[in-house]
């Protein structure tokens, strides 16, 4: 009894399993926008952008740092050369190995590292404003197509209940008919009716896909067929930020959007460059020291000895007396080279002084250049004025398009409550044969159609109220 009630157990654990694998996912809104922001190719390459950016900040840094540079060398000298013991042209083969290292650093450069370390800085800051932007133009785009399959999911719905209703009023027909109370025509409308609900549903469903496909497409998924998101119902809700005033809107989204803090930043950027361009004007100042040594492998004089073949040379002659002068002739005794590292030691030598460099003339380079960053900067203003009158701009269409969104849900809703009751009293007319199957029809399409038109109201006031919340400054989606 035990081992079979073991069994059944172990078999449905299994059953659980599989179905439980067989499962397809189903996507939250929140990890769709986490999913896009992850994987997608742009907000990458920003991300990589960024990365570079903050290379250039050490690059900045770098600049207040000493160059350090170490040099060796060596060489052979083979064939007639002076032999520098001896002073003699002798064919010989001699070794120099030579060492050392130079060390520099700016002093003063005219303030340009300086700047150019705070530049580096606000580029940092402009490169984080970029990706923040491109995260919350995916972020909107996702929660627009999520959206989008949510309607198509509920419209899907309305057009399926539609062909269960007219199908089911299908026998009812064919019981009046057969009756005879309704004429055989009408049945064949109601027919007519049903294939076109069939073309509605095939529609529908057609359109529902290719949300699904969007939205995965967005997610960087491949898996079309069987990406889905969660069955959740979107509900309407009244948005604090439409009891504010359009101004009070705006007057936030200054503080919030990320665009217009690009904006702002390529400004303070664009001053910088001014800065680092005038500090060329600037002398400048360079501290340098400089280490040297050398070695070689020629031999080296040990002591002199009389020249046995030639003990004598004619200096001259005393004028005069005519007395010739001579001195003796000595041959030097040559001995290997001195060890190589005592050969460093005595032949070591150092140089330390400063460098100032101060500019005259370039061809006006350094002129030109200051205007170039001088018309950068006045562009810089331009696009920023500019981009605060777009945003004004958009913020009060916004707010408009919301506030005209939220007034079409009111009027769908009023539609559809009287579509409604104009459909059931068709009904009711309609089974005691005090109406055609045509105004029916009529009836009935016009009620499905302002279901519809209720759902694309809807969704279509939800998102327009997720942008104006945007630009309020509160999040795309609400984090738990």
């Keep these: 009894m035990n081992t079979m009630l073991i069994k059944n157990k172990i078999s449905l654990l299994l059953l659980v399993g599989v179905a439980s694998f067989g499962q397809t996912k189903k996507w939250t809104l929140e990890e769709c926008v986490n999913h896009a922001i992850e994987h997608n190719m742009t907000i990458k390459q920003s991300k990589l952008d960024a990365e570079v950016s903050e290379v250039a900040k050490?690059?900045?840094?770098?600049r207040f740092l000493p160059t350090i540079n170490a040099n060796a060398s060596h060489s052979w000298n083979i064939g007639l050369n002076t032999n520098i013991t001896t002073g003699l042209l002798e064919n010989q083969t001699t070794q120099f190995t030579s060492a050392g290292f130079s060390v520099g650093i700016d002093i003063y450069k005219g303030l340009q590292n300086q700047h150019q370390l705070q530049r580096a800085r606000l580029a940092v800051i402009a490169s984080q404003y970029q990706?923040?932007?491109?995260q919350e133009d995916v972020s909107l785009n996702v929660v627009n197509a999520f959206l989008q399959i949510l309607f198509n999911k509920e419209n899907l719905k309305v057009q399926q209940e539609q062909l269960s209703y007219d199908t089911k009023q299908l026998a009812k027909t064919e019981s009046l008919v057969e009756a005879g109370s309704l004429p055989k025509g009408d049945l064949l409308d109601?027919?007519?009716t049903i294939e076109g609900d069939k073309l509605k549903v095939v529609n529908a469903e057609n359109a529902l896909l290719i949300s699904k496909v969007s939205l995965a497409q967005l997610l960087q998924i491949n898996d079309y067929q069987n990406f889905d998101i969660e069955d959740s119902q979107a509900e309407v809700y009244q948005s604090s930020v439409l009891f504010q005033e359009p101004k009070a809107v705006f007057e936030k989204a200054k503080e919030n959007r990320t665009d217009l803090k690009i904006a702002q930043t390529n400004v303070q950027l664009a001053q910088k460059d001014i800065k680092i361009a005038r500090g060329a004007y600037q002398p400048s100042l360079q501290g340098v020291y400089g280490f040297s040594t050398r070695a070689a492998s020629t031999g080296r004089v040990i002591d002199v000895v009389p020249n046995e073949t030639n003990p004598f040379s004619t200096v001259g002659v005393v004028q005069g007396t005519g007395q010739v002068v001579i001195k003796p002739n000595f041959t030097p005794v040559l001995g290997n080279p001195e060890p190589i590292f005592e050969q460093f030691d005595q032949n070591k030598g150092q140089n330390f002084g400063l460098q100032l460099s101060v500019p005259i003339f370039n061809g006006f380079a350094t002129r030109n250049n200051v205007s170039r960053s001088k018309i950068a900067f006045e562009k810089s203003k331009l696009t920023l004025e500019q981009a605060e009158q777009n945003l004004e701009k958009t913020v009060f269409t916004v707010y408009t398009d919301t506030k005209g969104a939220q007034k079409s849900y009111e009027a769908a809703l009023s539609t559809y409550e009287a579509r409604k009751k104009s459909a059931e009293y068709a009904k009711e007319r309609y089974?005691?044969?005090?109406?055609?199957?045509?105004?029916?029809?009529?009836a009935q399409t016009m009620f499905v159609n302002a279901q519809s038109e209720v759902l694309r109201t809807k969704y279509d006031y939800i998102f327009?109220?997720?942008?104006?919340?945007f630009y309020f400054g509160i999040p795309i989606i609400n984090k738990k």
């Design 58 to 62: 050490k690059d900045a840094f770098g």
């Design 131 to 134: 990706t923040t932007k491109m």
């Design 190 to 192: 109601v027919k007519a």
């Design 431 to 442: 089974e005691v044969g005090l109406m055609n199957v045509f105004d029916y029809n009529q």
């Design 464 to 469: 327009r109220t997720k942008i104006l919340e």
